[in-house]
Every structure is written in C-alpha cells, then in structure tokens.
Nanobody, 118 residues
Framework: QVQLVESGGASVQSGGSLRLSCEYS????????MGWYRQAPGKERESVAT???????TYADSVKGRFTISQEYVKNSIYLQMDDLTPDETAMYYC????????????WGQGTQVTVSA
C-alpha cells in the first residue's frame, strides 16, 4: 500500500550538485525510517543515507560531508542533497522505507538515475 516516487536524477559533471526527491503515500506510519539506497553497474546495492522518525540521520562513509538527507512532513517527502559529486556517485538511486533503520528496506521506489561524468 505504501508507494514511493523518486525524482531529480540527471546527468551532471564532476563537482556539480543534485537534489533527489521522494514523495510517499499510503500507510507509512508503521515505518519509522526512510532513506536512499543506490546500485552502480556491477556492484552491490548499498545504503547511502537514512533518517528516522525523530530526525536522526546516518550516512555511508563515502558520502559523509557531501550528502544531506532531510524530510518535510507537510509535503510527504524526503530529499537527498548531493554536493561535490564525483563519478563514484553514478548509480540508480532508490527511495526506501524500513520498519526501523536497522532492518532491510520493505518498500522500494522505482529508482532515479544519477550519472556523473569526469
């Protein structure tokens, strides 16, 4: 019943910035955590960032200091601000929900493509 729709993916040059958005609908109240995963070609999917119901955040070491996850409850949305992008950030990015942040995602969005050229 929960649905997630990502947007904001694009092609950008190294050093550029992008802001990904995720609008959610349905009964999300039982899920206390949302976040972003990504999967690059030939690599395993990995957690990029999470945010829980009280605003606590986590980040992958590779993006810490450059990415910021945030939420706007009135817009039913979470965001991922990505700055100082490098080709290592090229991947399909997925908005996800979890019952709690320590568990694997239980709902996935369709994904939005981010491509960073050198």
């Amino acid at each position: 019943q929960v649905q997630l729709v990502e947007s904001g993916g694009a092609s950008v040059q190294s050093g550029g910035s992008l802001r990904l958005s995720c609008e959610y609908s349905g009964p999300v109240y039982s899920n206390l955590c949302m976040g972003w995963y990504r999967q690059a070609p030939g690599k395993e999917r990995e957690s990029v960032a999470t945010i829980d119901d009280v605003g606590s955040t986590t980040y992958a070491d590779s993006v810490k200091g450059r990415f910021t996850i945030s939420q706007e409850y009135v817009k039913n949305s979470i965001y991922l601000q990505m700055d100082d992008l490098t080709p290592d950030e090229t991947a399909m990015y997925y908005c996800v929900t979890m019952r709690v942040c320590q568990l694997p995602p239980n709902v996935w969005g369709q994904g939005t493509q981010v491509t960073v050229s050198a």
